[in-house]
T-cell receptor, first 114, second 115 residues
Framework: KAGVTQTPRYLIKTRGQQVTLSCSPI?????VSWYQQTPGQGLQFLFE???????NKGNFPGRFSGRQFSNSRSEMNVSTLELGDSALYLC?????????????FGPGTRLTVT | AQTVTQSQPEMSVQEAETVTLSCTYD???????LFWYKQPPSRQMILVIR??????QNATENRFSVNFQKAAKSFSLKISDSQLGDTAMYFC????????????FGKGTKLSVIP
């Protein structure tokens, strides 16, 4: 099976712009979660989607949003970019309906805001 | 809210030796899941091992094993026969279960395997 894929892998944006990141989960996985990784704050949960519905959201401002499509692919959007949004954004997918709760991560999107 | 603490920011081990990484957590949940993830310099997060809180038996995956002490809320990772490819950041993580897939991570331990 193919792993979790994320596009683009690298992105450079300027302050005030918006950005959309994409994530394709492992085939058959219906839960997709997003995480932000920075040197200062570490790994922080952004949100989780299942069957096109957001089930959980972390403590991030409303500039961070996401959605999930019927094929389980997910996108996250950050509007009005700030310098502090520079980070590695990781997507993870899970096979629901089991008791494993294992999450498998993609390679990440490195976002640099200048 | 759950918290995960990794008290060792950096560790090193000689190739072929054994090393133990520490992790403690705090939760009021009774049934939950604990994980160790590895993040090598490539930045790809890789699942190393999983432990379910309701299972008393410690999980083992090849050279990786855990020491799960539920009462002490401790979850350490032991790496046997360390290899150069084990050099990475190691993150301890917690999921409360009950339908939640929100992982809470520790700050990580940077492990260097020395030839």
């Amino acid at each position: 099976k193919a792993g979790v894929t994320q596009t683009p892998r690298y992105l450079i944006k300027t302050r005030g712009q918006q950005v959309t990141l994409s994530c394709s989960p492992i085939s058959g996985h219906r839960s997709v979660s997003w995480y932000q990784q920075t040197p200062g704050q570490g790994l922080q949960f952004l949100f989780e989607y299942f069957s096109e519905t957001q089930r959980n959201k972390g403590n991030f401002p409303g500039r961070f949003s996401g959605r999930q499509f019927s094929n389980s692919r997910s996108e996250m959007n950050v509007s009005t970019l700030e310098l502090g949004d520079s980070a590695l954004y990781l997507c993870a997918s899970s096979l629901t309906g089991t008791r494993s709760y294992e999450q498998y991560f993609g390679p990440g999107t490195r976002l640099t805001v200048t | 809210a759950q918290t995960v603490t990794q008290s060792q920011p950096e560790m090193s081990v000689q190739e072929a030796e054994t090393v133990t990484l520490s992790c403690t957590y705090d939760t009021s949940e009774s049934n939950y899941y604990l994980f160790w993830y590895k993040q090598p310099p490539s930045r790809q997060m890789i699942l190393v091992i999983r432990q379910e809180a309701y299972k008393q038996q410690n999980a083992t995956e090849n050279r990786f094993s855990v020491n799960f002490q539920k009462a002490a809320k401790s979850f350490s990772l032991k790496i046997s026969d360390s290899q150069l490819g084990d050099t990475a950041m190691y993150f301890c993580a917690f999921i409360p279960g009950a339908g939640s897939y929100q992982l809470t991570f520790g700050k990580g331990t940077k492990l260097s395997v020395i030839p």
